[in-house]
C-alpha cells in the first residue's frame, strides 16, 4: 500500500505561479510512476503529467506542455508538479497517483491522494 498526501494548492491570479506537492509513504517511492490527474467540477478526471520512476522520462497533456513541470525527489519520497502561467481553465481538484506501468488513464493508476484544490481567477 502507498498512501499519498498532496499539498501547495490555493487561490491565484490568471499568470501566477504555484507548485503542488505529493508525498508518499508506505513503499519506496522509486517503485512507482507517479502521475498528477485534475478534475473539474462537472467534467471527468484527467491525465496531466507523469514521470518514469527515477525522473528520466516525462509526459504531459497537451493543454499544459510547456507551463507545467512534473519532478520527483525519490530520497524525500516527493513528487512535485511546478505550474506557471496559470489559466482559469486550470482551476481543478488535482491529485496525485501512483502506478507500476506508465498510463494516461485514470484506470491505469492503483493509489490515490485525496487532491489538492487549485483555483485560478481572472
Known amino acids: 500500500q502507498v498512501q499519498l498526501v498532496e499539498s501547495g494548492g490555493g487561490l491565484v491570479q490568471a499568470g501566477d505561479s504555484l507548485r503542488l506537492s505529493c508525498v508518499a509513504s508506505?513503499?519506496?517511492?522509486?517503485?512507482?510512476?507517479m502521475g498528477w490527474f485534475r478534475q473539474a467540477p462537472g467534467k471527468e478526471r484527467e491525465f496531466v503529467a507523469a514521470?518514469?520512476?527515477?525522473?528520466?522520462?516525462?509526459y504531459y497533456a497537451d493543454s499544459v506542455k510547456g507551463r507545467f513541470t512534473i519532478s520527483r525527489d525519490n530520497t524525500k519520497n516527493t513528487v512535485y508538479l511546478q505550474m506557471n502561467s496559470l489559466k482559469q481553465e486550470d482551476t481543478a481538484n488535482y491529485y496525485c497517483?501512483?502506478?507500476?506501468?506508465?498510463?494516461?488513464?485514470?484506470?491505469?493508476?492503483?493509489?490515490w491522494g485525496q487532491g489538492t484544490q487549485v483555483t485560478v481567477s481572472s
Open positions: 508506505g513503499r519506496t517511492l522509486s517503485n512507482y510512476v
Open positions: 497517483a501512483a502506478t507500476i506501468n506508465y498510463a494516461r488513464d485514470y484506470g491505469g493508476y492503483n493509489y
Open positions: 514521470i518514469s520512476r527515477f525522473g528520466r522520462s516525462t
